[in-house]
């Protein structure tokens, strides 16, 4: 009976198989925890990009709804559709009607009473790009929102 007492006091540690087998169980659970880490990290990355892209699309909305209530403001008259070349939305590139991927908005920002080519923004859809171009400023049409279609899921 002494020898068997005396033969478990004596264990004080843990053989390499043990360890072994402990080291395997600890990175097994490690894995799965990086993973679900790196799926949600994931996750929260796609959904801050399409808050973003939709606030982006949101701002652009507004400034263009913006532009399309001031069309044809005159600080001297109030500008009349008929005949074509004096209304105050227009297709692209010149007068005519808008069209399903580009509209120009005119006003009299001089206040002289006439619209000069300066005096116009253009919105065109160009791919599943919005570019808006002040004649006034921009050389080039700026794109205000990129990939309208990802915003609402579609590819």
């Known amino acids: 009976m002494r020898i068997v007492r005396h033969a478990c006091a004596d264990q004080r ?14 990175g097994l659970i490690m894995a799965g925890v990086l993973t679900i880490i790196m799926t949600g990290n994931q996750t929260y990355l796609t959904g801050s990009n399409q808050v973003e892209a939709q606030q982006a699309a ?5 400034l263009m709804a913006r532009e399309i209530r001031g069309a044809g403001y005159s600080s001297l008259t109030v500008v009349a559709c008929p005949p074509m070349t004096s209304c105050p939305i227009v297709g692209d590139p010149g007068p005519g009607n808008p069209t399903a991927t580009a509209l120009v908005i005119q006003s009299d920002t001089d206040g002289d009473g006439t619209f000069e080519a300066t005096e116009r923004i253009a919105y065109t859809l160009n791919g599943t790009n919005l570019q808006r171009q002040d004649f006034a400023v921009d050389a080039a049409p700026q794109t205000i929102v990129g990939g309208i279609l990802h915003l609402f899921g579609r590819k």
């Open 58 to 62: 949101r701002v652009a909305l507004e």
């Open 13 to 26: 540690g843990f053989t390499l198989a043990e360890f072994l087998v402990a080291i395997a169980i600890v």
